[in-house]
């Protein structure tokens, strides 16, 4: 073949292969259009009792108008549906353990620790139980979601992507996404940190445990009640480790303790001013939800106007975020009222011990006789693969999910698992006139309990948990399983509202929550302890508001981005201590790096990238040597996840006991030091040594779509958020990690919205050509302020009777 022939060849090669690359994005094209929301036009839609009108302005702040709540419940379901529908079915589907029927055998494991709880069923059961009113808003939801679903002009483009259709919502789908919350803000619904307690106590002296899980004083910052007693450091009379051999190097047991030491723990910051402190009189109020991150965001900006004869002018004005899959505003203000959560970290599980009768295994032991274990044959649908059989054991205290040290099996009490623990009471927050109506409602609202950080118009502010379901227990210890046939065990009733622990304007005109502690005593024993976070986070926030005497909504805003490290500041010194006489020329090189401490975990930040490291390492070095102990009897054991470590770990480099050194180093400073190296061994070889590990290297923004990971790089890359570094990591204000972070920014005084801020990550729609794709997500991660309430009318679309 003659080089003229071959050119033309490759020539026709190059364009049939341009034109198939053509063709397919154009295809591409074709559906992802086809499945973009309608924004703009007049349409019919069968069942509304009035016009209502949907705008839309630059960000996609969808501003929703209509004659009554219901109404506007119909055409949020419908606008949802149009933007969001794919993400919805995703959440409903992992509450119910359903993923791997739309993505395959890759979501089994997902799905089959999810259906022991058989939430679909408890779901239902709550649909059930509703009030008359309750149940018609969820189905008003509901045809307003599957009216918009149904107006696309195709499916949304993932269900192209995988090849599937996508089903119809039903009513009670609305509290499976409540179910995924539950799930998400109580450890997946696995108890696995009071397992893992149980094991350590099982293995080593209840006092060493107690020990090396105490709070820390150091940086508790409760809202009412004192602070934790100083640990106080076993002797050796209670537990010595010089006569063991040396445990496993910490390397080796990373994997047991890096989970617990740097875990992402979803959580929030929320804090007030009272109206003393602000510039118009009215109060003011801050949050910010920290959640894994996603593209598009969890939440949805939305603005609810309708007819109310109880609001200002008669007329309801509403603003704030939504979550898809509800017809309820969650987090915002009503003109009179804010408001705003934190996971508030309380004990909502309980691990039953289930005596089996030695001639019956079917039944087990209740108290005054027995009863039989209920067994539910599930089946879990998988794409392209037979089905998944799940048999589920239950009893009257819930599923058997696991065993006790010494095999017995373990029921899991749960509140997530109650259809009583489901309502829409939430919605009535919309209507609150004040400050005590909206706390009165606290203990009445079916969602996971949660602090509630409430701020008025008229200058007051109040907290408060909110959760319909805070177990009343009585004759055994909440942190470990416990024989509850036994008479007088277990769980006995439920709190009555005037057991709520309240707080309302505190003498200072502050408060403050961020998944810390925040009461003691009795109200601490009814909430109980469910992995409270450090603290060091809510400090600082406490500090920040001390620090002013008058606040805007900027202000508010500052004090959500404050990266500063106070936590680390003492790290730092010590490192500058054990680097100080070596020779070691590494060693000088990190302690040079570290030296000019700027105290912030900023994107170019070594030294905070460096100290934060060297305090990992030293915890892993101390802890070491207690979780291979209990490793070498409990296979399975992970270092109970928490931030508790701190106060043991600090206590012990104060007081350097010898009884608790683990014999491979010789003293305490040994153990620093080979931390230090440990820590150089790990960061200085990669690509520029140790100078060019910057804290943004790290801590990149990592805002994805689900489906990202499916697709080759370069398609990836148009679904994703630019991947960017951020500041912040997780005992600041500004909480952020890869993937995780601030799902909003909050900061509001009712009554005076047009001056409000709202940052949102992610963008409103999932779709990579609608306007609002990825709509707001750069002043998220550049902390730029973005309004609250929409600016003009971009698109406006008419929903008609």
Same mark, same amino acid.
């Given at each position: ?309 109880? @609001? ?91 065993? $006790? ?99 309302? $304007? ?229 909480? @952020? ?65």
């Amino acid at each position: 073949m003659t080089a003229a022939r071959r050119w033309r060849w490759r020539r026709a090669l190059l364009l049939g292969a341009a034109v198939l690359l053509l063709a397919a994005l154009a295809g591409a094209g074709f559906l992802l259009a086809g499945g973009r929301a309608r924004l703009d036009g007049r349409l019919h839609a069968a069942g509304l009792h009035g016009s209502v009108g949907l705008e839309r302005d630059a960000l996609g702040t969808l501003t929703v108008e209509g004659g009554s709540r219901d109404d506007v419940t119909y055409a949020l379901g419908f606008a949802h549906a149009q933007e969001r529908y794919f993400a919805m079915d995703l959440m409903r589907r992992l509450a119910a353990g359903e993923l791997a029927e739309l993505v395959g055998k890759a979501a089994l494991d997902t799905d089959i620790v999810h259906r022991r709880h058989r939430l679909r069923a408890v779901a239902e059961a709550a649909y059930a139980q509703l009030p008359p009113e309750q149940r018609h808003v969820l189905d008003r939801y509901r045809d307003g979601v599957n009216a918009g679903l149904a107006d696309l002009r195709l499916k949304p483009w993932e269900y192209f992507l995988l090849g599937t259709e996508p089903q119809p919502w039903r009513s009670e789908d609305s509290f499976l996404i409540i179910a995924a919350m539950y799930l998400d803000l109580n450890g997946d619904g696995r108890n696995e940190r009071e397992l893992h307690m149980a094991q350590m106590r099982a293995t080593l002296p209840q006092s060493l445990v107690d020990f090396l899980l105490a709070p820390d004083p150091d940086w508790e910052a409760p809202l009412s009640g004192q602070l934790s007693r100083p640990p106080v450091v076993p002797g050796a009379d209670v537990f010595d480790l010089r006569p063991a051999a040396p445990a496993a190097r910490p390397a080796a047991l990373a994997a047991v303790l890096a989970p617990a030491l740097d875990a992402r723990r979803p959580g929030s910051n929320s804090f007030a001013v009272a109206g003393a402190l602000t510039e118009t009189g009215a109060a003011m109020l801050a949050n910010d939800m920290h959640l894994g991150l996603r593209v598009p965001n969890i939440w949805f900006r939305v603005r609810l106007r309708y007819a109310d004869p109880a @609001a200002p002018n008669g007329r309801r004005d509403a603003s704030g975020v939504s979550l898809p899959g509800t017809p309820a505003l969650v987090v915002g203000s009503n003109g009179q009222v804010a408001w705003g959560f934190t996971n508030s970290y309380g004990d909502w599980q309980d691990w039953v011990r289930v005596q089996r009768d030695p001639a019956d295994a079917g039944r087990y032991k209740v108290p005054g006789g027995w009863a039989a274990i209920e067994r539910h044959d599930e089946r879990i649908r998988v794409k392209g693969q037979p089905d998944y059989r799940l048999t589920v054991e239950g009893t009257r205290w819930g599923p058997i999910l696991a065993k $006790d040290t010494d095999g017995t099996p373990l029921a899991l009490a749960w509140i997530g698992d109650l259809p009583r623990a489901y309502n829409l009471g939430v919605m009535q927050l919309e209507h609150a006139a004040g400050v005590a109506a909206a706390l009165d409602l606290a203990p009445t609202l079916g969602m996971p309990p949660q602090n509630l950080l409430v701020a008025d118009r008229d200058g007051h502010i109040g907290w408060t948990i909110a959760g319909n379901s805070i177990p009343l227990r009585g004759g055994f210890d909440p942190l470990l399983p416990a024989d509850w046939s036994l008479p007088g065990s277990g769980w006995l009733g439920w709190a009555s509202a005037a057991q709520y622990p309240r707080i309302v $304007d505190p003498a200072d005109g502050r408060l403050w929550t961020a998944n810390n502690r925040t009461v003691d005593g009795a109200a601490l024993a009814l909430l109980g302890n469910g992995g409270h976070d450090l603290g060091a986070r809510a400090q600082q926030i406490r500090d920040g508001l001390r620090a002013r005497g008058s606040f805007t909504p900027g202000n508010l805003l500052d004090i959500q981005l404050d990266n500063r490290a106070v936590l680390l500041t003492r790290w730092q010194r010590l490192l500058q201590d054990t680097l100080a006489g070596t020779q070691d020329p590494a060693l000088i090189e990190l302690r040079n790096l570290t030296a000019p401490w700027r105290n912030r975990a900023a994107v170019d930040s070594v030294d905070y990238r460096l100290v934060r490291a060297f305090r990992e390492q030293v915890q892993l070095a101390v802890l070491a040597p207690f979780a291979a102990r209990v490793k070498q009897r409990h296979a399975d054991f992970m270092w109970p996840t928490s931030s508790a470590s701190e106060a043991a770990v600090w206590a012990m480099l104060r007081d350097r006991p010898a009884n608790l050194l683990d014999p491979r180093y010789k003293d305490w400073n040994a153990l620093l030091l080979d931390a230090a190296r440990r820590l150089v061994a790990e960061l200085g070889t990669q690509p520029g040594g140790l100078a060019a590990r910057r804290w943004g290297e790290y801590n990149r923004s990592a805002v994805n779509h689900p489906l990202a990971r499916a697709l080759p790089g370069f398609l990836a890359h148009f679904l994703d958020m630019p991947d960017e570094p951020l500041p912040g990591d997780r005992d600041m204000p500004r909480v @952020a990690a890869p993937g995780f972070g601030a799902s909003e920014r909050l900061d509001v005084a009712p009554g005076h919205e047009a001056e409000a801020i709202l940052e949102m990550p992610g963008g409103q729609s999932d779709n990579p050509l609608s306007p609002y794709f990825g709509a707001g997500h750069e002043d998220w991660v550049n902390g730029r302020p973005t309004p609250l309430l929409p600016g003009p009318a971009r698109h406006t679309l008419t929903l008609e009777p």
